[in-house]
């Protein structure tokens, strides 16, 4: 998997959740389906007038989530911008020409309360439940650096065993300290949970 890969999937995925957070620091959710692709840019519509708009505008954080039907759960995180209001129409006219729908909610000059956000700068979760181990992988695009994820085994283990014997996806192997494959993953905490000296913790 590559970050390239997980953009193309969401485009086939088409209609994506778009989370972004309010004044009041609360989730705001919503489903957009007018994206454009531009190689990893995200180009995406909305009406200035929205709360979408104004908390993007405000805040500008977003996270998008889309699912397969491979049962791949793909997340990006970010900060979207708003594109500069030389480049608006040309990235709306691209995006109207791809999706004809758009006409019809916004006909004729009304579409120029339309304006267009970028997302250029991102991280990407990949999480596949349909592999045995699952796999999550993560990637960093533009400028963005993946932060770490999940559980670690810390130098307090006694290499016991029992986390081994508790993980739902068998992905700890023996070692001083044990070791967890963090490609693999379901970061449920059951290990954690069971390790008699709390041994391992949340990254
Ligand atoms: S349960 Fe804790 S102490 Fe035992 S092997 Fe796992 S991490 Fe080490
Ligand atoms: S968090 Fe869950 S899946 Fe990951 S190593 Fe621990 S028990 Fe296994």
Redesign the pocket.
């Known amino acids: 998997m590559d970050a390239l890969t997980c953009i193309k999937k969401l485009g086939y995925v088409g209609v994506l959740d778009f989370a972004t957070v309010d004044a009041d620091g609360a989730p705001q959710v919503r489903n957009i389906s007018a994206i454009h692709y531009e190689n990893t840019d995200i180009y995406f519509l909305t009406a200035r007038g929205k709360y979408f708009a104004e908390q993007l505008r405000r805040d500008g954080r977003v996270q998008i989530l889309g699912y397969t039907r491979y049962k791949e759960t793909i997340r990006v995180s970010g900060r979207a911008v708003e594109v500069p209001e030389d480049e608006q129409r040309k990235w709306r006219d691209v995006l109207y020409a791809e999706q004809p729908y758009l006409e019809n909610v916004y006909p004729g000059e009304t579409k120029n309360i339309d304006t267009m956000f970028v997302l250029r700068d991102y991280t990407i979760e990949y999480f596949c439940l349909s592999t045995r181990p699952i796999t999550r992988e993560y990637f960093a695009v533009g400028s963005a650096t993946v932060k770490p994820k999940g559980y670690v085994?810390?130098e307090?283990?006694?290499?016991?065993?029992?986390?081994?014997g508790v993980c739902p996806q068998q992905v700890?192997a023996?070692g001083t300290?044990?070791v967890i494959d963090a490609n693999h993953c379901l970061q449920c905490g059951n290990?954690a949970e069971?390790?008699?000296?709390?041994?391992?913790e949340r990254c």
């Open positions: 085994i810390t307090r283990c006694i290499g016991c065993g029992t986390c081994q700890i023996e300290p044990y290990c069971h390790c008699p000296v709390e041994a391992i």
